[in-house]
């Protein structure tokens, strides 16, 4: 994962710790443990490494990925300054390259780009994706959340999976399918992007623990599930923690509360007391890699050609939206691992 920053989250680290190594590319160091303590940088990373490969821990398995089993490589990109250098991207694919074979690496997940409107392989961080590529590496990016923006490096790499978003208005009918409003064109080297659609909104991300968010939520879920009794009694000391008024409650105005409880719920995107709805192809993007995943553990001698190739031919399209915006159309699990076990029942 090359993200912004990470912690060591409990749907990563619990029951069984899966973080190989974290990698830090702007200090050009490395360690066993990833930190323990969030600060601002790091809620991006932990939330597309918990969409990849979370098991839901904190959820009792409720909010898991596709890959909860997955091992993991974590590679800090963000700086003190709060930008991802292009040379953080470069140097975290680089040693990427470097260590692939030592850690076993087959997916790269990139959740991140370069400022730099380069669509060419001139541009290091679009060659060092080529370059894994080429290594036998799958490298999956986010296409971006601006559909009046150019593709940026290292969505524009020609090798790179690149998965623009999809909205399912959070129902199971396809028929609710629309498009979410994510980057989409044809590159400076012929290449259209995005090669595929997946789930960009809707979708369940933890919190930070211990943050002022988390405490919120908490807070805020333990007074839904009070009495009236109890949470007349008990609301002057949550209220603060809730980020409610501090207005004295009594049996009067107690649907007005449990009103402003469910508003405030409602309107800071919170599931749970540990999680909330996130959005953005930063997030289409690790579902797709967590669905690499399962391929390369039902076939690990698949290329990253035959990954891409499988993906995009099991791939639904979206009727009445442009090819250009949508790639092959939206991701199929059930599709994509069901046509590699055919090919190994008929390769045996």
């Not at 600060?39 to 821990?57: K, L, Q, V």
């Not at 470069?90 to 690496?105: K, P």
């Not at 943050?211 to 000391?237: C, G, K, T």
């Amino acid at each position: 994962m090359i993200d912004s920053d990470f912690i060591a989250h409990p749907d990563l680290v619990q029951p069984v710790n899966r973080i190989a190594r974290y990698v830090d590319a702007v200090e050009q160091t490395e360690s066993a443990t990833a930190p323990l303590t969030a600060a601002a940088r790091h809620w991006h990373g932990t939330m597309t490494a918990c969409t990849a490969a979370g098991n839901g821990y904190r959820s009792r398995g409720l909010y898991t990925s596709l890959a909860p089993d997955a091992k993991l490589i974590l590679i800090r990109t963000m700086n003190e300054a709060g930008r991802v250098p292009t040379s953080c991207i470069t140097w975290a694919l680089e040693w990427i390259r470097d260590n692939a074979a030592t850690y076993g690496i087959r997916v790269v997940n990139i959740s991140v780009y370069a400022d730099e409107i380069d669509q060419t392989l001139d541009h290091p961080v679009n060659a060092a994706v080529e370059e894994l590529v080429h290594q036998g590496i799958v490298v999956v990016t986010a296409a971006g959340n601006n559909p009046l923006a150019p593709i940026r490096p290292p969505a524009a790499a020609p090798g790179a999976i690149t998965v623009g978003g999809l909205d399912d208005r959070n129902t199971m009918t396809d028929r609710d399918n629309h498009l979410y409003p994510s980057t989409f064109g044809t590159t400076a080297l012929g290449i259209q992007k995005p090669e595929l659609i997946a789930p960009a909104i809707w979708l369940a991300g933890p919190l930070m623990p211990e943050s002022p968010q988390q405490r919120m939520a908490s807070a805020l879920f333990a007074m839904d599930a009070l009495d009236d009794d109890l949470l007349v009694e008990l609301a002057p000391r949550l209220v603060i923690s809730a980020g409610l008024s501090t207005t004295a409650w009594d049996v009067s105005t107690l649907p007005h509360l449990r009103q402003l409880i469910a508003d405030t719920i409602r309107s800071e995107q919170l599931v749970s007391p540990f999680y909330k709805l996130v959005d953005g192809t930063s997030f289409a993007a690790p579902i797709v890699s967590s669905i690499v995943a399962q391929l390369l553990a039902h076939d690990e001698s698949l290329t990253p050609e035959h990954v891409k190739t499988i993906l995009m031919e099991t791939a639904r399209p979206l009727p009445e939206v442009d090819p250009e915006r949508q790639g092959a159309g939206m991701v199929d699990q059930p599709g994509a691992v069901a046509r590699v076990l055919r090919s190994r029942s008929f390769a045996g």
